[in-house]
């Protein structure tokens, strides 16, 4: 795990950085897909997370689900499309897990249809961390503000 800006950035992960969006790859061959230490930061608080429902199908770029907080609401792009396959429901109860480990909650799992074209379009690794490391200081976003 790599720290940047205060930040937690697992480098074994992949990441659509734009959108503070994770994806961790399964051997079934489906993703976990969650946000990142930066978007529950951005978001502060998380009191409501909803998803799209099990079995609808996603076009990359749409909406798995919307997280709310006392500041923010918004939707959570799927970096990948595909079906999802699984919704986590433990997050309907306690949405504010987010915020205290926004790794080990994920939003969805999802069936990826183009996994070797879309993940292309991820980083991951050094790549991935230097990639956050130019967004927070260039947004001047820092963690533990």
Request: glycine letters at 8%.
């Amino acid at each position: 795990m790599s720290l940047v800006n205060n930040c937690n950035i697992p480098d074994d992960l992949l990441y659509q950085v734009e959108k503070h969006v994770w994806v961790k790859p399964d051997a079934d061959g489906s993703a976990w897909i969650g946000i990142t230490d930066i978007a529950q930061k951005l978001a502060g608080r998380i009191i409501v997370v909803t998803a799209k429902r099990q079995g609808r199908a996603i076009t990359r770029g749409q909406s798995v689900g919307t997280v709310e907080s006392s500041k923010f609401v918004g939707p959570v792009p799927s970096p990948l499309t595909g079906e999802i396959v699984d919704v986590n429901a433990a997050l309907a109860e306690n949405p504010g897990v987010l915020n205290q480990d926004p790794y080990g909650n994920w939003i969805v799992r999802l069936l990826p249809a183009n996994w070797d074209e879309e993940s292309k379009e991820l980083v991951t690794g050094p790549e991935g961390v230097e990639a956050y490391r130019r967004l927070l200081e260039a947004e001047g976003i820092d963690c533990a503000s």
